[in-house]
C-alpha cells in the first residue's frame, strides 16, 4: 500500500509525523523522492523532473486523479459509483495505480492530481514536482501496527528482543513512538530489517518478537500467527499520518471552480461513510476496488480515521501538535533533511492549501456541529 522515509536515531524526541507509504530512497547525493513498499525509490527518482509537472489538458476537459490502495483512497469510489461527480457538473477520470507509479504519473505530467502523504508531497516537490494539497481524506488510525508474537504482552516485553521492520519506512517511525511510550529507545531492542511485505512471514517463521507494517500486511501477519496481537498501532498516535488530494498548481489555478467541485464530491463521500447505516454498501463498493470482501474490509475502513468538512477545517488549522497538518508537515520535512532524503527544507507551507475548505465552511449550515475525535460511533472512524 504505501509509505517511506530514511531514519537515523535522533538526538532528541521529537511529536514524530507520518511522511509516507513508500519504499524509503537511497542514500540521496541529490533530493530524489520516496518509493513504496512495492518499488523502490529509483523509480520515481528516474520520473521526468519538471519546475512544475504540466498540466495534461491545457483544454477544458476531464480532470485526471491518480489514486492507490487505501481505504481514504479507494473511498473516491463512492462518488464515481453514485454518479455524484457528474451531479456536481465536474468530468473526472481516475486512473488507478500502485502507489509509487501513481506518483510516477503525476511528477511525469500525465495527471493533474495524485492520492499522497503530506511527506510524499514534500518529497516528489524535492525533485521537481510541486504539488498543493487541496483535501485531507483521512488520518491512518490503527491501521499501522506492531504486532508481537505470543507471550509479548506489550511494548515494554519487548526489550532486548528482534523487531522486524523496514528500516527507515514510516513502520520504523511508529516503532520509535512505541518505544518513546515504554520509555525505551531503539537500543533497547534488536532491530532486524525487513521489507514490509515479507513481515508477516518472518513472526510467523519465529525469526522475531515483533514486526511493524501497515495494512494489509500487519492484519495479515496476525491472521498468519494464531495468539499475535497489536501491541501499539497509529490509533496511539493520531494524526501521524495524513492522507491527501495533492493537486498540480497550473492545474488549481486554472480550474478552481472544478476542483471546488471535486472537494465538494469527497465532502459527499465522508459524510456517507459517516452515516452507519451506508457502512454495509460502502464496504461493498471500495472492497470490491481491491478484491476483498466486505466484511474483511469493514476492519480497514475501521483503522482510517476519514475527515468530513469539519475535520478537514480542524487539521487544516496551524497548530504545534500533530492535529495539525501544518505541524505534521513541519516535523516530517525537518525529519528528511536530517535525514538526507533532500538536502535543503521545502517551504511546507506552499504544498498545503485550505482556501477551498475554508469557502466550503463558510457556506455550510450554521448550525451544522464539529464532530470532534470520539465523539461519536460512526459507521467508519470519521471527524
Known amino acids: 500500500m504505501k509509505h517511506c522515509l530514511r531514519l537515523l536515531v535522533l538526538m532528541t524526541w521529537l511529536p514524530l509525523a507520518g511522511c509516507s507509504k513508500t519504499d524509503k530512497p537511497e542514500p540521496a547525493k541529490s533530493e530524489a523522492p520516496g518509493a513504496s513498499a512495492e518499488k523502490s525509490a529509483a523509480a520515481v527518482a528516474e520520473?521526468?523532473?519538471?519546475?512544475?509537472?504540466a498540466t495534461p489538458s491545457a483544454a477544458k476537459g476531464p480532470l485526471t486523479i491518480a489514486y492507490?490502495?487505501?481505504?481514504?483512497?479507494?473511498?473516491?469510489?463512492?462518488g464515481i459509483q453514485k454518479g455524484w461527480f457528474k451531479e456536481a457538473g465536474v468530468e473526472v477520470d481516475f486512473k488507478w495505480f500502485e502507489y509509487v507509479p501513481s506518483m510516477e504519473a503525476y511528477s511525469a505530467g500525465k495527471?493533474?492530481?495524485?492520492?499522497?502523504t503530506n511527506g510524499d508531497a514534500l518529497v516528489t516537490g524535492s525533485s521537481g514536482s510541486p504539488s498543493v494539497a487541496i483535501l485531507m481524506n483521512d488520518y491512518s488510525n490503527g491501521n499501522d501496527m506492531v504486532v508481537a508474537k505470543p507471550g509479548v504482552a506489550d511494548v515494554a516485553a519487548l526489550k532486548g528482543k528482534k523487531v522486524g521492520v523496514e528500516?527507515?519506512?514510516?513502520s520504523h517511525l511508529l516503532l520509535m513512538n512505541a518505544l518513546e511510550s515504554a520509555g525505551m529507545t531503539d537500543k533497547d531492542v534488536q532491530i532486524v530489517n525487513v521489507p514490509t511485505?515479507?513481515?508477516?512471514?518472518?513472526?510467523?517463521?519465529?525469526?522475531?518478537d515483533a514486526i511493524v507494517a501497515w495494512q494489509?500486511?500487519?492484519?495479515?501477519?496476525?491472521?498468519?500467527l494464531p495468539g499475535s496481537k497489536a501491541i501499539f498501532t497509529s490509533a496511539n498516535v493520531a494524526g501521524v499520518i495524513y492522507d491527501l488530494l495533492c493537486v498540480n498548481p497550473k492545474s488549481l489555478s486554472e480550474r478552481r471552480d472544478d476542483w471546488m467541485k471535486v472537494t465538494q464530491v469527497w465532502m459527499r463521500?465522508?459524510?456517507?461513510?459517516?452515516?452507519?447505516?451506508?457502512?454495509?454498501e460502502a464496504a461493498k463498493i471500495m472492497s470490491a476496488r481491491v478484491g476483498l470482501e466486505p466484511e474483511e474490509y469493514k476492519k480497514l475502513m475501521a483503522g482510517t480515521f476519514f475527515l468530513d468538512l469539519e475535520g478537514n477545517v480542524k487539521h487544516f488549522e496551524k497548530g504545534d501538535t500533530l492535529a495539525s497538518v501544518y505541524h505534521s508537515s513541519k516535523v516530517v520535512d525537518k525529519f528528511q533533511v536530517d535525514n538526507e532524503v533532500y538536502k535543503t527544507p521545502m517551504k511546507y507551507e506552499e504544498y498545503l492549501d485550505s482556501s477551498l475548505i475554508a469557502e466550503l465552511a463558510k457556506a455550510a449550515p450554521a448550525d451544522k456541529q464539529t464532530q470532534e475525535v470520539g465523539a461519536t460511533k460512526p459507521a467508519a472512524k470519521t471527524e
Do not use: H, R
Open 216 to 224: 494489509p500486511n500487519s492484519g495479515q501477519a496476525l491472521k498468519e
Open 197 to 208: 511485505d515479507q513481515t508477516p512471514q518472518t513472526l510467523k517463521s519465529g525469526s522475531v
Open 47 to 53: 520520473a521526468p523532473k519538471t519546475e512544475k509537472p
Open 68 to 78: 492507490s490502495d487505501w481505504p481514504g483512497w479507494v473511498a473516491w469510489d463512492i
Open 111 to 116: 495527471v493533474d492530481a495524485v492520492a499522497m
Open 269 to 280: 463521500i465522508a459524510d456517507f461513510i459517516k452515516d452507519e447505516k451506508n457502512l454495509d
Open 167 to 170: 528500516v527507515g519506512f514510516v
